[in-house]
């Protein structure tokens, strides 16, 4: 059985704009591929392991190419539960807003926590290797505002050229975005561009 980790970063349940779409997605793909689970993760609800001093003092160890030891080793217990969860799956969807032109706390959060030497990445004589491989990503985003290239805010998204580069770093460069916006200025606008997005969702989840 292969798995589709999906990975939410908002709080909205069902007021979300971002989860209508992806629910969209999901019954596509549930229909194309019957033979994967689906698992859920949801930031905005799971108590996340803060950075303490001892646990960022565990990722030097490591980028010094040393094993965890003793009390350092306990205090990563669940830093390395959601790593195994996060390289348990074979595909991944993210749903996530852009909150301040990026991504909300939650989603930063997780990534701080999961982006880790030898686990999903390491360094090599030639460079950076992402660790992350033969996998693919959706991210289904919607944002307040208007970032397509024509709009005089484009050089405020930061979400999805940020999103591209941390997981491409880790080795995910196979990355999809479905993108409604903009979802808070007009009503109408707001309904069509959700419309549009959940019927890119649909054939994207088909060949995915
Ligand atoms: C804390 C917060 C910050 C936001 N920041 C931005 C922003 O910087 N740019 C933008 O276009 N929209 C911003 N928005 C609006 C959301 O991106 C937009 O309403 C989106 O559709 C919400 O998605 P959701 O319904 O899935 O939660 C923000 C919303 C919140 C709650």
Do not use: C
Not at 19 to 41: G, M, N, P, T, Y
Not at 101 to 118: E, G, S
């Amino acid at each position: 059985m292969k798995k589709l980790l999906h990975i939410i970063a908002t709080p909205r349940g069902m007021d979300s704009r971002t989860l209508q779409i992806s629910r969209v997605f999901l019954d596509a793909f549930k229909q194309s591929h019957s033979e994967w689970v689906i698992e859920e993760l949801d930031l905005t609800k799971e108590q996340l392991p803060s950075l303490t001093m001892k646990r960022v003092d565990g990722k030097y160890v490591l980028l010094g190419g040393k094993e965890l030891y003793g009390d350092l080793k306990e205090a990563w217990e669940e830093i390395i539960a959601h790593i195994e969860r996060f390289l348990s799956a074979d595909a991944y969807l993210l749903s996530t807003p852009m909150w301040n032109f990026n991504i909300p706390y939650p989603l930063k959060h997780y990534i701080d926590i999961i982006v880790q030497p030898k686990y999903l990445f390491r360094y090599t004589d030639s460079g950076v290797e992402g660790l992350v491989k033969d996998r693919k990503m959706v991210v289904i985003t919607s944002r307040g505002g208007d970032y397509t290239p024509e709009s005089p805010s484009r050089d405020f998204d930061f979400q999805e050229p940020y999103l591209r580069t941390i997981f491409g770093f880790v080795g995910l460069i196979d990355i999809r975005f479905i993108i409604a916006q903009p979802m808070d200025m007009d009503v109408d606008l707001q309904k069509a561009r959700i419309e549009e997005a959940k019927t890119k969702a649909a054939s994207v989840a088909k060949e995915f």
